[in-house]
């Protein structure tokens, strides 16, 4: 009997572990599978993988450099142009001095309206005419040109007698003119006959106006149906190559230009090539300002012209001088003068303070012709320097 009851017994316990084992893989089978680790927001991104464009998934679009990450995605930027500066048309040369004629009377003609005044006197005595000789030259006229202006004044109010204001302004305006001179070619050469283009070559010291010149030179030729090209070859001084190409843009000039500091020769002579292959009428080269006591910095202007005419030989060099200076700018001249053959001068700020005797000056000291002349900050305030024009403007009305 008791064998009996410890069978039942054994069998018992060994259906109930059966019976576990079963349900516990039931359980297994049942739970739901484990949630996704949350990502590390501290971890790199993983890097792109670079291949073929068919490894790129379809779902996830390339990127470019011209896409920003935006909360609903990758988004395009819009890239904008900046617009192309809007060419101007400069106002045409011919009779630009007689336009600005007000403008240059109202701070000359100080002079002429001081000589009339002293000629008109009934008793012209030896102090009235050193009277006369201390006004010519607090205008910069010069020693040599003021002695023969009196010289021929006296003799010829001596021969006049009685003088009318009429006749002495005429008077006055003739010997002024002749001192000025009427005969002298103020053309600036920029049409070779027998190449293109032509070359100009503008030097002088800094702040004188001599970037700001070639530029107005360039709208001036541009005005007179010509092409231009610039080259910036002023390395020395910092943004002046932006200020040139500023100019050249607003008339439509192609601008060569260099790193700052470059070798401005090398400027110079990539601005004649690129002008030579583009088919322009005019290539307009600015230098750097260079001091006169500067040995060599002037050497180096020497090298600029001396690389140019590889090329072709130039047509022009302008020289800009601050007309303000006065007699102080003719020692500036001297030594320009020395180092490239001057063909021309500019004369800047001739509305200011400056004496209009420094034409004349300036013209007897190198012994060429002022050609162009600034008279004010407007981009159409260079004007060809016009002789009678400028002495109406000396003596008035």
């Given at each position: 009997m008791e064998t009996v009851i410890l069978a039942v017994v054994i069998a018992v316990?060994?259906?109930?572990?059966?019976?576990?084992?079963?349900?516990?893989?039931?359980?297994?089978?049942?739970?739901?599978?484990?949630?996704?680790?949350?990502?590390?927001?501290?971890?790199?991104?993983?890097?792109?993988?670079?291949?073929?464009?068919?490894?790129?998934?379809?779902?996830?679009?390339?990127?470019?450099?011209e896409e920003v990450d935006l909360p609903g995605g990758p988004a395009p930027v819009v890239v904008e142009e900046p617009p192309a500066p809007e060419i101007e048309i400069p106002e045409p040369t011919a009779g630009r001095l007689v336009r600005l004629r007000a403008r240059l009377s109202r701070s000359q003609n100080a002079l002429g309206k001081g000589l009339l005044t002293l000629l008109s006197r009934e008793h012209l005595d030896d102090e009235t005419w050193e009277e006369i000789e201390d006004t010519l030259l607090t205008a910069d006229v010069g020693v040599q040109p003021t002695t023969e202006l009196v010289e021929r004044l006296r003799e010829r109010v001596k021969v006049l007698g009685t003088r009318t204001p009429d006749e002495l302004r005429g008077l006055l305006r003739e010997e002024l003119l002749k001192l000025v001179g009427t005969d002298l070619d103020r053309t600036v050469k920029t049409e070779p006959a027998d190449r293109k283009p032509g070359i100009v070559m503008v030097v002088g010291v800094n702040g004188t106006g001599k970037t700001t010149t070639t530029g107005k030179l360039a709208r001036v030729l541009v005005a007179d149906g010509r092409t231009v090209v610039l080259g910036a070859a002023d390395t020395f001084r910092a943004a002046a190559a932006d200020q040139?190409?500023?100019?050249?843009?607003?008339?439509?000039?192609?601008?060569?230009?260099?790193?700052?500091?470059?070798?401005?020769?090398?400027?110079?002579?990539?601005?004649?090539?690129?002008?030579?292959?583009?088919?322009?009428?005019?290539?307009?080269?600015?230098?750097?300002?260079?001091?006169?006591?500067?040995?060599?910095?002037?050497?180096?202007?020497?090298?600029?012209?001396?690389?140019?005419?590889?090329?072709?030989?130039?047509?022009?060099?302008?020289?800009?001088?601050?007309?303000?200076?006065?007699?102080?700018?003719l020692v500036q001249a001297r030594v320009f003068a020395e180092v490239v053959d001057i063909s021309g001068i500019v004369l800047t700020k001739l509305d200011g303070t400056a004496k209009g005797g420094i034409v004349i000056a300036v013209q007897r000291e190198l012994g060429v012709p002022v050609k162009l002349i600034g008279l004010g900050e407007g981009a159409d305030d260079l004007a060809p320097f016009e002789p009678e024009a400028f002495v109406d403007a000396l003596i008035g009305e």
């Open positions: 316990v060994v259906l109930g572990a059966l019976g576990g084992l079963v349900v516990g893989s039931r359980r297994k089978k049942s739970l739901p599978p484990p949630p996704p680790a949350a990502p590390d927001i501290t971890a790199p991104p993983a890097e792109p993988h670079v291949g073929d464009e068919a490894e790129t998934p379809r779902d996830e679009p390339r990127r470019t450099i040139l190409q500023t100019w050249g843009e607003r008339v439509g000039a192609h601008t060569v230009r260099g790193p700052e500091a470059g070798d401005p020769a090398s400027v110079a002579f990539d601005a004649v090539k690129e002008g030579k292959e583009m088919g322009v009428d005019v290539v307009l080269i600015d230098t750097a300002g260079r001091l006169h006591t500067k040995t060599g910095l002037m050497d180096e202007l020497g090298k600029v012209k001396r690389v140019v005419e590889k090329h072709a030989p130039l047509d022009e060099v302008l020289l800009v001088l601050d007309a303000t200076t006065g007699q102080n700018g």
